[in-house]
C-alpha cells in the first residue's frame, strides 16, 4: 500500500495532468469561462483517488478548496475505516478538533466496539494536547530550575549591595563629622587670626606710646628730671622707678635709676628698650604693681614722672602683648597644624567615599541586574503556567465535547474501570474534578453492554425497549431479565453500523 503522501501526490500528479491535457485541447477556455467544468473533473479524480491513507489530507484540501463532494467521500472513507486510520499516529495528529468531533457524532461511523471510539478520543487527545502540555510541564520545570538558579546570585548581590551600602552610610557619616571638626578648626584659626591681628594692632599702638614717652623724657635734662622726679620722691613715683629697674633688667630698687640719669644712660636705655627678649615671669611684679591705681600717669604731678609712668605702662604692656603674640603664633601654628592633618585625613575620607560609591554603583547595577533576570525568570515562568492552563483548560473542553458523544450504555463497564480510567493519559490529564473527568465518573454508572446485550438477546427481537422499575431491568412481559446496578436518567444504547444488534433504552 501507498504510504498517504505518495497517494496524495500521485493524486495530484494526475489531476494537473487532467487539467493541462483539458485546457491544450480547449480552444474556448478563456472565452467559455469553463472553470467550473475543469473544477468538476478535478473533484472526480480527487474523489477516484480518495482512499484510507490519504483521506485526512484530502478532507484538508476539501476545506481549502470548499468542495463538498470531496469532503463528504473523505468522511465516507473516514467512517468506513476509522480504526484503520487511528492506528497511524501520523494520521491522528492531522485530524482537527472539529473533523473528530464530526465522525464521532456521526451514526454512520463503522466500528466494532463503542470502546474504539474512546481509544480513538483518547489517542487524539495524547496526540493533540497530550506532547504540547508534556512539554509544557518539561518548560515549567527547565524555567523553574532556571528561576531557582537566579536565588543565590541575587541573594549574593544583595548581601554585598546590603554591606556596601551600609559602608557608605557609615563613611558618610564619619565625613560629615570629620568635614564638622574641620570647619570647627577653621573658625578657630580664623578667630586666632583675628585675635593675633588685634594684637599686632595693640602692640603697635604701646609700642608707640613706649617710644613716645621716652621721646618726652629726652627732651629733659638729667638735671630737671632729677630735680622734678628723684627729690623728694614720693612712694608713688618710687613704685613706677621700681617697674622702670625691673623692666629695664636691673635690681628691684627705684633709686638704681638715679644713678643712671646721674650718668645719662637712663633715656639712651628707654629709647632702645627691646621688649621682646623680656620674659614675662622677670617682669611679674611690675604688672602687679602697675595695677594699682595710684601709680597711673594721671597721678604723677610733675611732666617727667608723668612721661616715666607713661613709659613705664607702655613697655609692661609690649612685654604682655609680645608674649601673648608669640603664645598666639604658637597656637596658630598647633591649630594650623591640626587643620591640615584633618584636612589630609577629611580628604583620604572624601577618596574612600567615593571609591565606595563606585562600588555601590557597581553593586546596585549587578544587584538590579540580578533582580532583573530573576524578574524574567518569574514571568517566563508565569507565562508558561498561563500557556499551560490555557492548554488544560483547551484539552479539558475538548475532551468533555468528545466524550459526551460517546454511547456510554455500548461501552463495556470492566473497560472504563480499567483500561479507560487507569489509562496514564486519562488519570493524569483527565482528572475527576475537570469537566471530562466528570463526563468518565457519570459514565461509570451506566449499565453494562454486556448487559444489555444480554437484555436483547433474551428478549428474543421482539421489542428493544425495557423499563427499569425498583432496580429491576424488565421486559415487555414483565419477566425480569436483570438487576439494575445504579439508578440515573435516562441511558440510549443505540449501535452504531457493524455492531449487528439492536438499540436499547434505559431509564
Same mark, same amino acid.
Given at each position: 500500500?501507498?504510504?498517504?503522501?505518495?497517494?496524495?501526490?500521485?493524486?495530484?500528479?494526475?489531476?494537473?495532468?487532467?487539467?493541462?491535457?483539458?485546457?491544450?485541447?480547449?480552444?474556448?477556455?478563456?472565452?467559455?469561462?469553463?472553470?467550473?467544468?475543469?473544477?468538476?473533473?478535478?473533484?472526480?479524480?480527487?474523489?477516484?483517488?480518495?482512499c484510507p491513507?490519504?483521506a485526512?489530507?484530502?478532507?484538508?484540501?476539501?476545506?481549502?478548496?470548499?468542495?463538498h463532494?470531496?469532503?463528504?467521500?473523505?468522511?465516507?472513507v473516514?467512517?468506513?475505516?476509522?480504526?484503520?486510520?487511528?492506528?497511524q499516529?501520523d494520521?491522528?495528529?492531522?485530524?482537527?478538533?472539529?473533523?473528530?468531533?464530526?465522525?464521532?457524532?456521526?451514526?454512520?461511523?463503522? +466500528?466494532?466496539?463503542?470502546?474504539?471510539?474512546?481509544?480513538?478520543?483518547?489517542?487524539?487527545?495524547?496526540?493533540?494536547?497530550?506532547?504540547?502540555?508534556?512539554s509544557?510541564?518539561?518548560?515549567?520545570?527547565?524555567?523553574?530550575?532556571?528561576?531557582?538558579?537566579?536565588i543565590?546570585?541575587?541573594?549574593?548581590?544583595?548581601? +554585598?549591595?546590603?554591606?556596601?551600602?551600609?559602608?557608605?552610610?557609615?563613611?558618610?557619616?564619619?565625613?560629615?563629622?570629620?568635614?564638622?571638626?574641620?570647619?570647627?578648626?577653621?573658625?578657630?584659626?580664623?578667630?586666632?587670626d583675628?585675635?593675633?591681628?588685634q594684637?599686632?594692632?595693640?602692640?603697635?599702638?604701646?609700642?608707640?606710646?613706649m617710644?613716645?614717652?621716652?621721646?618726652?623724657?629726652?627732651?629733659?635734662?638729667s638735671?630737671?628730671?632729677?630735680?622734678?622726679?628723684?627729690?623728694?620722691?614720693?612712694p608713688?613715683?618710687?613704685?613706677?622707678?621700681?617697674?622702670?629697674?625691673i623692666?629695664?633688667?636691673?635690681?628691684?630698687?627705684?633709686?638704681?635709676?638715679?644713678?643712671?640719669?646721674y650718668?645719662?644712660?637712663?633715656?639712651?636705655?628707654?629709647?632702645?628698650?627691646?621688649?621682646?627678649?623680656?620674659e614675662?615671669?622677670?617682669?611679674?611684679?611690675?604688672?602687679?604693681?602697675l595695677?594699682?591705681?595710684?601709680?597711673?600717669?594721671?597721678?604723677?604731678?610733675?611732666?617727667?614722672?608723668?612721661?616715666?609712668?607713661?613709659?613705664?605702662?607702655?613697655a609692661?604692656?609690649?612685654?604682655?602683648?609680645?608674649?601673648?603674640?608669640v603664645n598666639?603664633r604658637?597656637?596658630?601654628?598647633?591649630?594650623?597644624?591640626?587643620?591640615?592633618?584633618?584636612?589630609?585625613?577629611?580628604?583620604?575620607?572624601?577618596?574612600?567615599?567615593?571609591?565606595l560609591?563606585a562600588?555601590?554603583?557597581?553593586?546596585?547595577?549587578?544587584?538590579?541586574?540580578?533582580?532583573?533576570?530573576?524578574?524574567?525568570?518569574q514571568?517566563? +515562568?508565569?507565562?508558561?503556567?498561563?500557556?499551560?492552563?490555557?492548554?488544560?483548560?483547551?484539552?479539558?473542553?475538548?475532551?468533555?465535547?468528545?466524550?459526551?458523544?460517546?454511547?456510554?450504555p455500548?461501552?463495556?463497564?470492566?473497560?472504563?474501570h480499567?483500561d479507560?480510567?487507569?489509562?496514564?493519559?486519562?488519570?493524569?490529564?483527565?482528572?475527576?474534578?475537570?469537566?471530562?473527568?466528570?463526563?468518565?465518573?457519570?459514565?461509570?454508572?451506566?449499565?453494562?453492554?454486556?448487559f444489555l446485550?444480554m437484555?436483547?438477546?433474551?428478549?428474543?427481537?421482539?421489542?428493544?425497549?425495557?423499563?427499569?422499575?425498583?432496580?429491576?431491568?424488565?421486559?415487555?412481559?414483565?419477566?425480569?431479565?436483570a438487576?439494575?446496578?445504579?439508578?440515573?436518567?435516562?441511558?440510549?444504547a443505540?449501535?452504531?453500523?457493524?455492531?449487528?444488534?439492536?438499540g436499547?433504552?434505559?431509564?
Amino acid at each position: 500500500m501507498a504510504s498517504p503522501n505518495q497517494a496524495v501526490r500521485l493524486a495530484g500528479e494526475d489531476i494537473a495532468d487532467g487539467i493541462l491535457d483539458f485546457m491544450v485541447r480547449s480552444r474556448g477556455w478563456s472565452e467559455n469561462n469553463n472553470y467550473w467544468h475543469v473544477r468538476q473533473l478535478c473533484e472526480d479524480r480527487v474523489v477516484e483517488n480518495t482512499c484510507p491513507p490519504n483521506a485526512v489530507s484530502m478532507l484538508h484540501f476539501a476545506d481549502q478548496c470548499h468542495s463538498h463532494r470531496v469532503r463528504e467521500r473523505a468522511r465516507s472513507v473516514l467512517l468506513s475505516s476509522f480504526e484503520h486510520v487511528f492506528e497511524q499516529p501520523d494520521m491522528i495528529e492531522q485530524l482537527t478538533f472539529l473533523q473528530l468531533k464530526h465522525l464521532v457524532s456521526s451514526p454512520d461511523l463503522r +466500528v466494532q466496539t463503542e470502546s474504539h471510539v474512546c481509544d480513538a478520543i483518547v489517542k487524539w487527545l495524547q496526540q493533540i494536547h497530550g506532547s504540547r502540555i508534556s512539554s509544557g510541564l518539561a518548560e515549567r520545570e527547565d524555567l523553574r530550575r532556571q528561576l531557582a538558579e537566579t536565588i543565590p546570585p541575587l541573594e549574593r548581590e544583595d548581601q +554585598v549591595y546590603h554591606t556596601i551600602e551600609g559602608d557608605v552610610q557609615g563613611l558618610s557619616a564619619e565625613v560629615k563629622r570629620q568635614e564638622l571638626a574641620v570647619n570647627t578648626l577653621k573658625l578657630e584659626l580664623g578667630e586666632m587670626d583675628q585675635e593675633l591681628s588685634q594684637l599686632d594692632y595693640d602692640l603697635l599702638a604701646a609700642d608707640k606710646t613706649m617710644l613716645d614717652a621716652a621721646r618726652e623724657l629726652a627732651g629733659y635734662s638729667s638735671q630737671e628730671i632729677l630735680l622734678t622726679v628723684y627729690r623728694n620722691a614720693k612712694p608713688r613715683v618710687e613704685r613706677v622707678l621700681t617697674c622702670v629697674a625691673i623692666l629695664l633688667g636691673l635690681d628691684p630698687v627705684w633709686d638704681i635709676t638715679q644713678r643712671m640719669c646721674y650718668e645719662d644712660k637712663l633715656i639712651p636705655k628707654l629709647l632702645q628698650y627691646d621688649y621682646h627678649v623680656v620674659e614675662p615671669a622677670q617682669v611679674g611684679d611690675v604688672f602687679k604693681i602697675l595695677s594699682k591705681p595710684s601709680v597711673n600717669p594721671g597721678a604723677m604731678t610733675t611732666k617727667p614722672a608723668r612721661a616715666i609712668a607713661f613709659w613705664a605702662h607702655a613697655a609692661s604692656k609690649c612685654v604682655q602683648l609680645s608674649t601673648d603674640i608669640v603664645n598666639g603664633r604658637a597656637e596658630r601654628g598647633r591649630i594650623a597644624e591640626e587643620l591640615r592633618v584633618a584636612g589630609d585625613k577629611l580628604a583620604g575620607m572624601r577618596e574612600d567615599l567615593e571609591g565606595l560609591r563606585a562600588l555601590e554603583a557597581n553593586s546596585t547595577e549587578r544587584y538590579v541586574g540580578a533582580m532583573e533576570t530573576q524578574m524574567m525568570a518569574q514571568l517566563r +515562568v508565569d507565562l508558561c503556567e498561563a500557556r499551560l492552563r490555557r492548554n488544560a483548560a483547551k484539552l479539558d473542553a475538548d475532551a468533555r465535547a468528545l466524550l459526551e458523544l460517546v454511547r456510554w450504555p455500548l461501552v463495556a463497564k470492566p473497560y472504563i474501570h480499567g483500561d479507560l480510567l487507569q489509562h496514564p493519559f486519562v488519570a493524569c490529564f483527565l482528572p475527576p474534578g475537570s469537566q471530562a473527568g466528570g463526563v468518565l465518573e457519570r459514565a461509570a454508572l451506566v449499565p453494562l453492554t454486556d448487559f444489555l446485550r444480554m437484555a436483547a438477546s433474551e428478549g428474543g427481537g421482539q421489542r428493544d425497549v425495557y423499563g427499569a422499575k425498583g432496580r429491576r431491568l424488565t421486559g415487555e412481559n414483565g419477566r425480569v431479565v436483570a438487576q439494575v446496578w445504579s439508578e440515573g436518567a435516562r441511558a440510549e444504547a443505540r449501535p452504531r453500523s457493524g455492531m449487528g444488534w439492536q438499540g436499547l433504552t434505559f431509564e
